[in-house]
């Protein structure tokens, strides 16, 4: 999955320490959007506090991606979404309302939650290692 790979290396762009996660919105074998983990325009890029915690206001990769088109032309009207970790349950709520219509992702995120809700709209949900 060439999406799949290029979501990788766009991942390292991240400052998370803990864990780097790329996205990308494909639509009509266009790459739409892109996106990664990391702090909201204007934060300094530090994603852990002193305890090596998440600070609550990190954006994740899909969530990036997606917003980064809303501020476009474009929309992700029947596109698919490559990301390297499986999205959450927040994240998931913004997947069906961007009207994308399949995801693909790499890694298993700490609850299925997200994917759970994909597939009970009808979302395509594929794993690729």
Known sequence: MRYLRMARIWAENSYCVRRQVGALIVKDKMIISDGYNGTPSGFENKCEDEEGRTKPYVLHAEANAITKVAKSANNCDGSTLYITAAPCL??????????????????????????????????ECVQYQ
């Open 90 to 123: 927040e994240c998931s709520k913004l997947i069906i309302q961007a009207g994308i219509r399949r995801v693909v992702y790499s890694e298993d995120y700490r609850s299925e939650d997200g994917l759970n809700l994909l597939r009970k709209v009808g979302i």
